[in-house]
C-alpha cells in the first residue's frame, strides 16, 4: 500500500480525485490537489493521471516531533540527493518525496508552444469536466497548438498519458519493478481504436501545422483530423458530441478577441444537442455567446485565473 499527494491547479482537485478513483484508488480532495492511496498508487498515478501535476509518495505524516527521524530514514532509503518535500502545519509534519521527476504536464509530445498553448492537464481536465469519454465526436475549432484535440485522442484511445515516459520512481532502490511494469501492462490493455471523431482546426495556417506535428509526435495524427478553417464558417462532424475550446483571451498576439467569439457564436447553430465546454478568462467575452452555462469551475492556468464553463446547446 502506498500513500501519495497529487497536485493540481487549484479548483481542479474534485475532478483529480475523482480520477484517481477510477484508477483504483482510494481518493480524497484537499486544497491543491488530491491525497491517494492503494497498492502502486505511484505509479498508476504517474503513468494513468492525465490531471495531476505532480506526484508524490507520502513518507511520514504526524507529529511534528517525529520529522527528524523520517528525514534521516527517507534519505537511507533514497541516498542523499533525493528530492524530499517537507510541510508543517500546527504541530503536524508530512514528507515526502517526487515520484514524477518533471512537470506530468510536459507529456514530451510538445514541439513548440503555440502563442497561448493550454496545459496538457488543464486540457485534460476541461475534457473530464464536461464528461467527455471519447465515445462521441470531438471538436476544437480553435485549436492553435493541438492540445484540446490532442488530450482528447489519447482519451478516447484510453492510453495512459505517461505511457512513452520514464519517471523518477522507476530508479528507485528497492523499487518492485515488476508491480510498476504490471501497472504499465495493465494500463495498455485498456487502449483502443478511438470509436469517433476528433477534429481540430484554426484559421491560422501556423497553428494548423504546428498541431498537425504535435498530434504526429504525441502518435495520434491518424486519429485527429486538423484543418484549416474560421470557425465561423466550419462545417461540424456529425454529432451530437463535444465541443471543446479556448478561444483568444485578449493577448498582444491575438487580435480581437472579440471577433473571435462572435466567430464561435456563429458555428452555435450548426451544433444544436452538442455539448459545449470551454476556458475562458472570465465571464466578460463569453457573454458574446447569449448562453447560460450549466456549471462553472474557476481555476488557473499558466499563473492567470480562468473559468470551466459547460453548456448544452
Ligand atoms: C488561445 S489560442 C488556442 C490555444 C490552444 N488551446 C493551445 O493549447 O494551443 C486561440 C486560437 O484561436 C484561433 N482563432 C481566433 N479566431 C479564430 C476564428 N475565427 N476561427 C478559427 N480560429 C480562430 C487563433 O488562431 C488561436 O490559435
Known amino acids: ?28 480532495a484537499t486544497p491543491g490537489g488530491a491525497e491517494a492511496e492503494g497498492a502502486a498508487a505511484v505509479a498508476l498515478a504517474c503513468v494513468g493521471s492525465r490531471l495531476a501535476d505532480a506526484v508524490s509518495l507520502r513518507l511520514f505524516a504526524g507529529p511534528a516531533s517525529g ?5 534521516a530514514e527517507g534519505k537511507a532509503r533514497f541516498g542523499a ?15 515526502s518525496i517526487d515520484a514524477a521527476g518533471g512537470p506530468l504536464w510536459k507529456r514530451g509530445w510538445r514541439a513548440r508552444a503555440g502563442a497561448a498553448p493550454l496545459r496538457e492537464t488543464l486540457a485534460a481536465a476541461l475534457l473530464a469536466f464536461a464528461g467527455h469519454d471519447g465515445d462521441r ?10 492540445t484540446i484535440a490532442i488530450e482528447g485522442a489519447l482519451r478516447a484511445a484510453r492510453r495512459a498519458p505517461g505511457a512513452g515516459r520514464s519517471f523518477a520512481f522507476e530508479a ?21 481504436t478511438p470509436p469517433a471523431p476528433v477534429w481540430a482546426s484554426d484559421r491560422n495556417g501556423g497553428a494548423v501545422r504546428l498541431a498537425g506535428r504535435n ?19 466550419l462545417q461540424p462532424p456529425t454529432g451530437p458530441g463535444l465541443v471543446a475550446v479556448n478561444p483568444p ?10 471577433a473571435a467569439w462572435r466567430a464561435l457564436a456563429g458555428l452555435l447553430p450548426r451544433l444544436r444537442g452538442w ?39
Open 172 to 192: 528507485w532502490p528497492g523499487r518492485d519493478r515488476a508491480a510498476d511494469a504490471e501497472v504499465r501492462r495493465r494500463l495498455a490493455t485498456a487502449e483502443r
Open 81 to 95: 540527493g533525493a528530492d524530499m518535500q517537507v510541510r508543517r502545519r500546527g504541530g503536524e509534519a508530512t514528507v
Open 275 to 313: 455539448r459545449l465546454a470551454l476556458v475562458a478568462p472570465d465571464r466578460g467575452l463569453e457573454k458574446i455567446l447569449g448562453l447560460s452555462p450549466s456549471a462553472a469551475l474557476s481555476t488557473r492556468n499558466g499563473g492567470m485565473s480562468c473559468l470551466l464553463l459547460k453548456y448544452e446547446l
Open 1 to 28: 500500500m502506498e500513500r501519495i499527494f497529487a497536485a493540481c491547479a487549484p479548483g481542479l482537485e474534485e475532478l483529480l480525485a475523482a480520477e484517481l478513483r477510477g484508477l483504483g484508488l482510494s481518493a480524497t
Open 67 to 71: 520529522l527528524a527521524a523520517a528525514l
Open 249 to 258: 483571451y485578449g493577448s498582444r498576439l491575438e487580435g480581437d478577441p472579440a
Open 215 to 233: 498530434a504526429e509526435a504525441a502518435g495520434v495524427a491518424t486519429w485527429v483530423r486538423v484543418e484549416r478553417a474560421d470557425a465561423a464558417l
Open 137 to 146: 465526436p470531438l471538436l476544437d475549432p480553435m485549436c492553435g497548438s493541438g
